[in-house]
């Protein structure tokens, strides 16, 4: 039996396992905040419908089957018992709305994301090779204006119109990725937070900094984008690890 006919019930079966299998995995990285933070992944063609996480649950216990679909065009979203945190709703839905190359949202308070957020200059210098990923390749929101309610999601969202850009790394708060895939945007977001921690611990050892050439980052950045399927990998692997621990994520 493959996972696609467990729930036939459930639509977007195989990308609501992906999706849980994600959940799991941040959560045992530390990379959660209690019951926040939101991933979602669209499911339809311009975006208006979206898997997210049920509001106010924590990661280690997300199934496949918890997921909610929420849809953007329902004004009657946010009503309901199975409604979206509206924080989420504000954040994610903004960000399908205004950019298109954005089929995936992850977005997480994680330690070292968030210390690079609270510096004045939350710049990623390419001082290794998972830094030189993200040369040219991160916004940073210098606006945090409260809770992500829908017009503080629409002004974020608003600053990943470069589709090169994957990565916000959100002043005061947290991180935002984007991707194609639950695979891509897990991957990306694991990677920044490698990145942002061996930067920060960098810092904290107070030597100076061997800086990569602009040249030598952008040419690392590019070969790590085409790398193949090394996020489809990653994910496999990890689900691959919580199947062989009879985890219930994929039910
Ligand atoms: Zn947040």
Redesign the pocket.
Known sequence: MTVTDIRPNLHHWPERVDLAAAFRWTARLNMHEAV??HFSLAVNDDGTRFLMNPNQTHFSRIKASDLIEVDASDPETLSGPSAPDPTAWGLHGGVYRHCAHARCVM?V?SIFATVLASLADSRLPPIDQNCATFFNRYVIDDGYGGL?FEDEGARCAGLLTDPRKKVMIMGN??VLVIGRTVADAFNRLYYFERAAETYIRALQTGQPLRVLPDDIAEKTAQELEDYPEQDARHLAELKAILDRENSDYAS
Request: charged share 0%; proline share 0%; net charge neutral.
């Open positions: 926040a933070n977005h308070h992500a708060h947290g």
